[in-house]
């Protein structure tokens, strides 16, 4: 019936200015801390999330003055409270000079999680801030600045310039987490062995082999591992018996 209609019709409108107030409020507390959590406000006014972020979906820009976390959909911010977060994750990153847990900064400094690793990740990709998030947004991601990258992999380079082989205990107190897919991209031109706890390069298998093949012509034999000097002696030895297996 009409009444019937026009009762529905006033308990809309009501409910839409009910739905406005909530906006109103939500925006002054926004104002005021720069960030609100939309799971804070369904205990504030007994609302459904989905429902509530479906109402502020249509009144932000007009009633509420922020934006919704792309990533995170439960939280809004002001573009004030993202600016000045920006700046301080750029200043912080920026005078990092060794890998480090971007959990632990989150929880020193007070960073909300989601918006920094929005923030990292938009920095990282632009250029702004130079080096690598390693192992996603999760607890273990850690953020490796360039100037690490640098000096690591020079160090790398150096040693197996000078020595024909890598260890990978090495590269994991280096801070390079899984060593033999690093040395596979890094050095995928070359022709290596890889053993259990090394990789070899090519120098070292033509002496084994060249050792070896005296030996056996001579009949005689070789003690790979008294010939070996220093640190290259257990990883000579294995590539000998890799070789001869």
Same mark, same amino acid.
């Given at each position: 019936?009409?009444?019937?209609v026009l009762?529905?019709?006033?308990?809309?409108?009501?409910?839409?200015?009910?739905l406005?107030?909530?906006?109103?409020?939500?925006?002054d507390?926004?104002q005021?801390?720069?960030q609100?959590?939309?799971s804070?406000?369904?205990?504030?006014y007994?609302?459904?999330?989905d429902f509530l972020?479906?109402?502020?979906?249509?009144?932000l820009?007009?009633?509420?003055h922020?934006e919704?976390?792309?990533?995170n959909?439960?939280?809004i911010?002001?573009?004030?409270?993202?600016?000045?977060?920006?700046?301080?994750i750029?200043?912080?990153?920026s005078?990092?000079?060794?890998?480090t847990?971007?959990i632990?900064?989150?929880?020193?400094?007070?960073?909300?999680?989601?918006?920094?690793?929005?923030?990292?990740?938009?920095?990282?990709?632009?250029?702004r801030?130079r080096?690598?998030? !390693? &192992?996603?947004?999760?607890?273990?991601? %850690?953020?490796?600045?360039?100037?690490? $990258?640098?000096?690591?992999?020079? *160090? /790398? =380079?150096?040693?197996?310039?000078?020595n024909g082989?890598?260890?990978?205990?090495a590269?994991?107190?280096?801070?390079?987490?899984?060593?033999?897919?690093?040395?596979?991209?890094?050095y995928?031109?070359?022709?290596?062995?890889?053993?259990?706890t090394?990789? !070899? &390069?090519?120098?070292?298998?033509?002496q %084994?082999?060249?050792?070896?093949d005296? $030996?056996i012509?001579s009949?005689? *034999? /070789? =003690?790979?591992v008294n010939?070996?000097?220093?640190?290259?002696?257990?990883?000579?030895?294995?590539?000998c018996?890799?070789?001869?297996v």
């Amino acid at each position: 019936t009409f009444r019937t209609v026009l009762s529905s019709f006033c308990a809309c409108i009501h409910f839409r200015h009910y739905l406005d107030q909530v906006a109103e409020e939500t925006n002054d507390k926004l104002q005021e801390t720069g960030q609100v959590k939309i799971s804070d406000l369904c205990k504030t006014y007994d609302l459904p999330g989905d429902f509530l972020k479906q109402a502020f979906s249509s009144r932000l820009g007009k009633i509420i003055h922020g934006e919704i976390d792309q990533d995170n959909r439960g939280v809004i911010f002001t573009e004030a409270f993202v600016t000045r977060h920006r700046a301080r994750i750029r200043g912080l990153f920026s005078a990092i000079t060794r890998p480090t847990a971007v959990i632990n900064l989150i929880t020193r400094h007070g960073f909300q999680e989601q918006l920094l690793y929005s923030v990292l990740e938009e920095l990282v990709n632009s250029g702004r801030l130079r080096g690598t998030v !390693v &192992g996603g947004r999760q607890d273990k991601a %850690v953020f490796v600045p360039d100037i690490y $990258a640098r000096t690591q992999s020079s *160090w /790398v =380079d150096s040693f197996f310039k000078q020595n024909g082989y890598l260890e990978f205990d090495a590269l994991l107190r280096l801070g390079i987490p899984d060593p033999v897919n690093y040395i596979k991209k890094r050095y995928k031109s070359l022709q290596l062995l890889f053993l259990k706890t090394s990789c !070899v &390069g090519q120098e070292i298998m033509d002496q %084994v082999e060249a050792s070896v093949d005296e $030996a056996i012509n001579s009949g005689t *034999w /070789v =003690d790979i591992v008294n010939a070996a000097l220093g640190a290259k002696m257990n990883t000579i030895a294995s590539t000998c018996k890799s070789i001869c297996v």
